[in-house]
């Protein structure tokens, strides 16, 4: 388990994180989608059942999109299918807001409540450290405001999304977003990249 630029002994570690919820949506719909623990859940840390219902769901999807997505909430995610004995989903595509707006823009943050205030898009709710804590000891109106923040960041990142299309080098069919002028060599291009990421779908479960 990590500490700020330090490392500490596992047996110091008093408790494994574990999930108080998520939440999902598809480009092309408004429906969100999310499943958090109960008061009872959360004081036992027991994220196995809103686990296997997101895990269904990513399965299911052809690509993940996300503000961080492939280094955050993928590893996130697996670890969890995981402890639970699920089978890690592996080999999707994914289009990440943040690794975009690294390599092609140059933002003073690249933080999702940094980028949506840049674009103009609707701020967050704000959520402390004491409101994290509250959830985690099962403090059932502060589980359902943090599923209200979480339901938000959903939002907000599909808006994102929107904004900064026009900066990927692909353009997915999906939803109500289809390609346009597509030539043999992007498609080719794209065939490149999906090698690639089983190659690192690969490397991560040896």
Not at 13 to 30: H, K
Not at 131 to 155: F, L, M, N, V
Not at 196 to 205: G, I, R
Request: hydrophobic share 40%.
């Amino acid at each position: 388990a990590k500490v700020p630029s330090k490392y500490m002994r596992p047996d110091n570690l008093i408790y494994e994180w574990f999930m108080l919820g998520w939440s999902a949506s598809y480009v092309g719909q408004d429906k969100i989608f999310s499943a958090f623990v109960t008061p009872a859940e959360a004081k036992a840390r027991d994220d196995s059942r809103i686990v296997r219902h997101i895990h269904d769901m990513m399965e299911s999807a052809e690509i993940w999109a996300g503000h961080n997505v492939w280094k955050f909430d993928r590893r996130k995610l697996n670890t969890r299918f995981m402890k639970h004995g699920l089978s890690p989903v592996v080999g999707k595509k994914h289009l990440d807001t943040l690794k975009i707006l690294r390599a092609e823009l140059d933002l003073e943050s690249n933080t999702l409540d940094y980028a949506c205030k840049w674009f103009g898009l609707k701020e967050k709710d704000k959520i402390t450290n004491e409101d994290w804590i509250a959830a985690e000891q099962g403090h059932a109106p502060t589980i359902k405001r943090i599923k209200s923040y979480c339901d938000g960041d959903t939002r907000n990142g599909k808006a994102l999304l929107e904004k900064v299309m026009p900066l990927f080098k692909k353009s997915p069919a999906w939803g109500a977003l289809r390609a346009k002028g597509r030539t043999t060599g992007d498609y080719l291009k794209d065939l490149e990249d999906e090698i690639e990421e089983l190659k690192e779908a690969m490397d991560m479960v040896k």
